[in-house]
């Protein structure tokens, strides 16, 4: 079958061509009008936009159709699809590759471009405003290009192809693919809108406060995003590959928690260019870097250089995306240094023991921890390119730096929420962090109660405390004076992210700290015994169809219900792949996975189990970052007008 009567490929080019032609033009017509202050120009910027994402919308839907009706006149269809793939991983199969996740990309930006267009469409007179829009334009350009050009998804394949092997099976295995790569992506593209406007500060020289008022809650959004796509993809880690762990330092990961790591710095940086004019030029870099990275990341991803469960290979737009990015820093750079007279802070910083301190510190820890990650991702790289070896930086590495970065932070957490602006006495801190210090004896002394042992784990038990103990006076504090709306606005929605990182914190120093595991051989009917569980082996189920056929061993923990830890052969690819079985609680997981050889006709099986504390509290600290993403999202009761007034959008004949 034939999607669209085998017009799919040619309607989804013209579609993507329609997109490159707005954008083209929209990235014209603003730097035209802005230059020359031709309103009539300007007011075609919304049009432009609308046809760009008319563009990529059509072409998303035409790459759609052409997997739904299993069109394989495409190229792309015969690698990614197949009549044996269920509908919604043929659905899925469209961003299961490269050339599909580009297009998953391009619709975002591209949305995310009409967006702004709507939201100014009165305000496209004001410069910022014009080359925000252009910088937005610009971006488009390059990855409508990328899609016509070596990510091209509809491009012809080899004629008489009746069936493809349908994507990678591990894409194909668990509902969570649905969600876990959009939603990463909003959180990657979404950093493009901060960086136009910061690019429209530094162009128009209105490098004050204005601009961040304008993009907070886009950064606060599109950071909340990246969140939420990086738990679940540690979710998806867990429950498909078999291995019983969230994090690996997987070089694909760190692709996505680098920018993580300098968004979040710059999240906690701008209120201190909010409310004292200062970190100026920290705010711009982090911005810059932060999308700078998501190109970066892209890269590692997408043009085949890194062996990962999760890169996409076999691919030549390495070199396009490396010259995007160069392109990105230079030109970025360069109109910092050109703009470094007015990125002068008129204020400073009074004492170390303030707000403004812990937050230039939180700045300096992050930062260097995101550069320390990138450096452990790409120097591999390096010394391949250089010395033609190949060499493994692995999980110790990132552990030694994570572990102290990690309770640096949690002490920050500590005492930051308690700290004023400008200068704290010691008797204030005495008396703000009294309970929440007893909030960490009490957590450390359940802890060593509960039979917790090692300095690390112990420590991060007791910080963990502080902090939450220090987060949950400052939501007390706004409930007793506002009530519940006291919660509402970026100073107690942020203390609720930071409960939520608390909690993912403490729960990731009790499951890789207590994790234990055994392999058990079961046989049916004889209860075997494991870490105060028991676990029974009652038979085989298989289940085959034109897909895959999976055999799994059907196991009942603690006398009640019946597990399935599985493998499963896909038989286009001729792949065995682990399913793992989880039995999940508040206290621990009992994760299995069934061990190779499987024989239906024996009567017994061998299983691997762990012991896995604390790890719903990982998805649980996640769904309170949401929540307190949500909650920043909108303003408070209270809110502080810039601290310079004329550098927000104003008319274009305003002083300046």
């Known amino acids: 079958m034939l999607g669209v009567g085998g017009l799919a490929g040619p309607l989804g080019r013209a579609a993507l061509f329609i997109g490159l032609i707005g954008a083209f033009f929209g990235m014209v017509s603003a730097i035209t009008g802005t230059y020359n202050e031709d309103e009539k120009v300007l007011r075609l910027l919304p049009r432009f936009a609308y046809l760009g994402m008319f563009g990529a919308i059509a072409a998303f839907a035409c790459m759609e159709w052409a997997m739904i009706t299993r069109d394989f006149s495409l190229a792309y269809v015969q690698k990614v699809g197949s009549w044996s793939t269920p509908a919604i991983f043929n659905f899925t199969a469209v961003w299961?590759?490269?050339e599909g996740s580009i297009l998953m990309w391009i619709l975002v930006l591209a949305c995310l471009t009409a967006g702004i267009?709507?939201?100014?469409?009165?305000?496209?007179?004001?410069?910022?405003?014009?080359?925000?829009?252009?910088?937005?334009?610009?971006?488009?350009?390059?990855?409508?290009i990328l899609t016509l050009g070596p990510a091209n998804p509809f491009r012809e394949g080899a004629a008489g192809v009746l069936d493809g092997p349908g994507p990678n099976p591990l894409l194909q295995n668990h509902i969570l693919v649905v969600?876990?790569?959009?939603?990463?992506?909003?959180?990657?593209?979404?950093?493009?809108?901060p960086f136009a406007f910061a690019i429209g500060a530094l162009i128009t020289g209105r490098v004050g406060e204005g601009w961040l008022v304008e993009t907070r809650r886009w950064a606060l959004i599109s950071w909340g995003f990246l969140t939420l796509g990086i738990i679940l993809g540690s979710w998806w880690s867990y429950e498909v590959l078999g291995w019983s762990g969230v994090w690996?330092?997987?070089?694909?990961e760190n692709a996505s928690f680098i920018p993580w790591l300098t968004g979040t710095a710059y999240i906690h940086s701008v209120l201190v260019q909010e409310r004292r004019g200062m970190l100026r030029v920290w705010n711009l870099s982090l911005l810059i870097a932060t999308?700078?990275?998501?190109?970066l990341g892209t890269f590692l991803t997408r043009s085949g250089v890194l062996n990962s469960v999760h890169a996409f290979s076999?691919?030549?737009?390495?070199?396009?995306?490396?010259?995007?990015f160069a392109i990105i820093v230079v030109v970025s750079v360069g109109l910092i240094g050109w703009r470094g007279d007015r990125l002068r802070a008129p204020g400073t910083i009074d004492s170390p023991m303030s707000r403004e301190g812990a937050f230039l510190a939180n700045n300096v820890i992050f930062s260097v921890f995101a550069f320390v990650v990138l450096l452990g991702t790409v120097f591999p790289l390096i010394i391949e390119a250089l010395q033609n070896r190949q060499l493994v930086v692995g999980e110790p590495f990132f552990d030694k730096l994570a572990v102290p970065?990690?309770?640096?932070?949690?002490?920050?957490?500590?005492?930051a929420p308690v700290l004023p602006w400008r200068k704290a006495s010691g008797e204030l801190l005495s008396q703000r962090l009294f309970w929440p210090a007893w909030g960490g004896i009490a957590a450390l002394g359940l802890s060593v109660a509960l039979g917790a042992t090692g300095f690390e784990p112990l420590l991060t038990f007791a910080f963990g405390g502080f902090a939450g103990g220090a987060a949950v006076r400052q939501l007390a504090l706004a409930t007793r004076r506002q009530g519940l709306r006291g919660l509402v606005g970026r100073a107690n929605g942020g203390m609720v992210v930071h409960i939520g990182v608390i909690v993912i914190a403490v729960a990731l120093a009790a499951s890789n700290s207590y994790t234990h595991s055994q392999e058990l051989i079961l046989k049916k009917g004889v209860v075997a015994r494991y870490g105060g569980h028991t676990f029974e082996l009652t038979g085989f189920t298989t289940t085959t169809d034109a897909r895959r056929t999976a055999i799994a061993a059907d196991i009942r923990v603690d006398g009640g219900k019946t597990y399935g830890p599985a493998v499963t052969k896909f038989k286009s690819m001729g792949t065995n792949i682990?399913?793992?079985s989880v039995k999940t609680s508040f206290v621990n997981d009992i994760y299995m996975t069934l061990e190779p050889p499987v024989k239906v006709t024996s009567d017994s099986a061998k299983i691997k189990v762990f012991i896995k504390p604390m790890v719903m509290w990982l998805w649980i600290g996640g769904l309170l970052m949401g929540v307190g993403t949500l909650l920043a999202a909108f303003p408070g009761t209270r809110r502080r007008k810039p601290t310079d007034p004329t550098s927000a959008l104003v008319p274009v004949d305003a002083p300046l």
């Open 578 to 580: 682990g399913t793992p």
């Open 117 to 144: 267009a709507f939201k100014y469409r009165k305000k496209l007179n004001d410069p910022m405003v014009g080359w925000a829009m252009a910088t937005m334009f610009f971006v488009g350009i390059f990855f409508f």
């Open 96 to 98: 299961s590759a490269l």
């Open 291 to 295: 999308f700078s990275l998501t190109i």
């Open 248 to 252: 690996a330092w997987d070089p694909v």
């Open 179 to 193: 969600f876990h790569p959009p939603i990463l992506y909003a959180g990657y593209v979404g950093m493009t809108v």
């Open 314 to 324: 076999d691919s030549s737009i390495g070199p396009y995306l490396l010259t995007f």
């Open 405 to 415: 970065v990690g309770l640096t932070l949690l002490f920050l957490m500590c005492i």
